[in-house]
């Protein structure tokens, strides 16, 4: 669960008894009621602050009603993001803006990971205002690295830049991804074997290949 603390006004209406406090991943819903809270005071001196615990993400969308004395329920709240910005959709940024042309959902993926291996929790439960830029950079490199592992244990085609370092498809890809690792070991305080260890790729779903990865020489081979 995650703590969300919400400021509102409630409407000028001494029949309400109760707030209704709604969940969604999605701006748009469905919506999922986390809590109903009674202790709202007394009309006119409602609350206008609540914290509730009982969230399931403290990034999603959340929306909130009212009750009242005959237990009718208003229309939900506008929606919104009680904490705007994700570590996840910060490292998401970076590496986009570094030139990586892979699906925003793929790097989100990949960053998701990266996030959960260096904090030990959620990556989702970490505030982006408590990493600093040197970690973040770290990360970000870490993530870029993955992609690139990503693609090779697949044997996509492609080749991008990002930032100082050029990735292209070939005999270039193992130092790029030894460069990546090693860029992102000094930023996040780490030795290159084990940002090399956080960095191995994990086996997709429906794929039919078995991945080695080497880390002594920085080789992805795959296994019929």
Not at 51 to 59: F, G, H, K, L, S
Not at 63 to 88: A, F, H
Not at 173 to 185: N, P, R, Y
């Amino acid at each position: 669960m995650a703590t969300v603390k919400f400021n509102f006004v409630l409407p000028d209406d001494p029949r309400i008894t109760a707030i209704r406090i709604y969940e969604s991943s999605h701006h748009e819903g469905p919506w999922g009621i986390i809590e109903t809270v009674t202790a709202i005071g007394t009309y006119p001196d409602f609350i206008t602050t609540y914290t509730t615990d009982e969230a399931i993400n403290a990034y999603d969308w959340f929306s909130l009603s009212t009750i009242n004395d005959v237990g009718v329920e208003s229309t939900l709240s506008d929606p919104q993001r009680i904490i705007d910005t994700s570590l996840v959709d910060v490292i998401t940024d970076r590496v986009q803006s570094r030139g990586v042309a892979v699906d925003e959902v793929v790097i989100r993926q990949e960053a998701e990971a990266v996030i959960e291996q260096y904090f030990r929790a959620n990556p989702y439960s970490i505030d982006p205002s408590t990493v600093s830029f040197q970690v973040q950079s770290g990360l970000t490199y870490l993530t870029m690295a993955r992609l690139l592992i990503g693609q090779l244990s697949t044997g996509e085609s492609s080749s991008w830049v990002a930032g100082l370092v050029s990735m292209k498809q070939g005999s270039t890809s193992e130092d790029s991804i030894e460069a990546l690792l090693t860029l992102a070991g000094q930023l996040l305080g780490f030795g290159f074997s084990v940002v090399a260890r956080m960095a191995t790729p994990e086996i997709a779903g429906g794929l039919s290949k078995v991945i080695e990865y080497n880390i002594s020489r920085l080789q992805v081979t795959s296994i019929e």
